[in-house]
């Protein structure tokens, strides 16, 4: 079983940063792929940024040069480090251990809001 917390989410103004945390429990993160996703109100969870289990990266282009996802294997902890942003990058943001051909489960993150005022 795998529980993840996420936090650091809150009210930013535009232009401004917020860094993100997912914490972890259970002994499978370190092979485990894992993932920042978000909702808006009304639109469908999107893939924000990935990260696989060797470090290697990838993001959607609506933050590429803007968000930077990291992992703390030691901490059993991935990041996202949101910089310069936008009111539509107002949305929850999800944690989720993604499932893969060698870790075949699925969680999530409870989220934890990111608010943008302009």
């Known amino acids: 079983q795998v529980q993840l917390v996420e936090s650091g989410g809150g009210l930013v103004q535009a232009g401004g940063s917020l860094r993100l945390s997912c914490a972890a429990s259970?002994?499978?993160?370190?092979?485990?792929?894992m993932g920042w996703y978000r909702q808006a109100p009304g639109m469908q969870r999107e893939l924000v940024a990935r990260?696989?289990?060797?470090?290697?990266?990838n993001y959607a282009d609506s933050v590429k040069g803007r968000f930077t996802i990291s992992r703390d294997n030691a901490k059993k902890t991935v990041y996202l480090q949101m910089n310069s942003l936008k009111p539509e990058d107002t949305a929850v943001y999800y944690c989720?251990?993604?499932?893969?051909?060698?870790?075949?489960?699925?969680?999530w993150g409870q989220g934890t809001q990111v608010t943008v005022s302009s």
């Open positions: 989720r251990l993604i499932p893969t051909m060698a870790v075949t489960v699925n969680y």
């Open positions: 259970g002994s499978i993160f370190s092979i485990s792929d």
């Open positions: 990260i696989t289990k060797g470090g290697s990266t």
